[in-house]
């Protein structure tokens, strides 16, 4: 039996490179609260994502719960049902109601047509989530909230180093959140940053990261420990090094299962934007009614070779127990993200992933094998 092929695969620079960073962190004793990688890293990811305010967190989602701080949102938030729990786990930390609109048809993300029904007088904020890393309709959302008065924080957790026509979209909205888990495209085993707009609102974020604390003895919110640690940091410096290669390794494994699954019928594959500089995070497949096998038969039929598929996102985050209840949960307020829900299956794709293992999977998903 040969070895499982994980959905994906932390990629990892060689060990060696990471040991002077080490001794470093050890000659400084200095191992969290703005030291010196992290000071490094901070500028370094700016200067990649061609961003101008970063502030690095301990992962994601206190990113998120602290983004919903900094902004002051309250009352209710317009997001996606179709995503990862903490994109509205991180709405219920804040004491606030997630209002859930569906996704646009022949998309994953949030369907800008369906927002201005969802607005009501207690709304503050948008959170939509650039979904498998391509772009919202980030022109619309903005001209809603802009009428409306509404703030826009993106879940970007998926979204490292994208371009659209050629500018980064984590400058989009007020906020975008990204996440530095092992399961991302870029890692710092875990990790996360939030962008944002201005030095002001920077400094904000920074106070709240660190429990509210502006000097010694100055305390201006009740703050949270967010902090990353100088560990992450430096990993982050050196992965940073490495991001393209494990993105253009990325871009061949897509290359290859678009070329032998796109004239496989009942197997629908997503177009990527043209427009767009992609990452290549995730391979998201449809099955579609005409495939000889059900969207579950084949994913056990998968696991039966070792193949871990996943179904990302089933159950959507409005079937689950905790958000079932609420009006816009229902499922005829979300056609189009529960027929997603239902029929989605990401494929194994992450740098080392070797080509025979890669065209097992082709062979399964053809009926080969
Ligand atoms: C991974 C992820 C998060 C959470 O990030 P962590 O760093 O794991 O806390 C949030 N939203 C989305 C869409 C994600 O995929």
Redesign the pocket.
């Known amino acids: 039996m040969s070895k499982n092929i994980p959905v994906t695969q932390p990629f990892l620079p060689p060990l060696s490179e990471f040991i002077p960073a080490l001794e470093q962190i050890w000659a400084n004793k200095w191992l969290t609260n703005n030291g010196p990688f992290h000071q490094e890293f901070e500028q370094a990811l700016c200067d990649y994502l061609g961003v101008e305010h970063i502030s690095l967190f301990a992962?994601?989602?206190?990113a998120?719960v602290t983004a919903l701080q900094a902004l002051r949102v309250t009352g209710e938030v317009i997001t996606t049902p179709y995503?990862?729990v903490?994109?509205s786990h991180a709405l219920i930390w804040n004491d606030l109601t997630p209002v859930f609109v569906d996704i646009k048809p022949g998309s994953f993300n949030m369907d800008p047509d369906k927002i201005e029904a969802a607005i009501t007088p207690r709304t503050t904020a948008i959170m939509p989530?650039h979904?498998y890393s391509e772009p919202c309709a980030m022109h619309e959302i903005q001209r809603i909230a802009d009428n409306y008065g509404l703030s826009v924080i993106y879940?970007a957790?998926?979204a490292f180093g994208i371009k659209y026509q050629g500018q980064s979209i984590l400058q989009h909205g007020d906020m975008s959140v990204l996440?530095?888990?092992a399961?991302?495209v870029f890692n710092t085993f875990?990790?996360?940053a939030i962008v944002s707009r201005s030095k002001k609102i920077k400094q904000r974020v920074d106070y709240l990261k660190n429990f509210g604390f502006a000097d010694e003895v100055t305390i201006v919110a009740p703050g949270i420990n967010g902090k990353m640690s100088e560990f992450n940091a430096a990993f982050g410096l050196l992965q940073l090094k490495y991001v393209d290669e494990a993105i253009s390794l990325r871009e061949k494994i897509d290359g290859l299962y678009r070329a032998e699954l796109g004239s496989v019928s009942g197997v629908s594959i997503p177009v990527l934007s043209t427009e767009t500089q992609h990452n290549y995070s995730y391979f998201p497949i449809l099955i579609e009614a005409d495939y000889p096998l059900s969207r579950d038969e084949l994913y056990q039929k998968l696991r039966e070779h070792g193949i871990l598929a996943r179904r990302y996102f089933y159950p959507l985050i409005s079937n689950m127990p905790m958000y079932r209840g609420l009006s816009s949960s229902l499922p005829d307020n979300l056609p189009q993200a529960n027929l997603v829900a239902d029929k989605i299956l990401c494929l194994p794709i992450y740098p080392a992933l070797e080509q025979p293992e890669q065209t097992r999977i082709i062979d399964i998903i053809r009926g080969r094998v």
């Open positions: 992962n994601g989602t206190l998120l995503s990862f903490a994109t989530v979904c879940d957790a998926h996440s530095f888990h399961t991302k875990e990790g996360g």
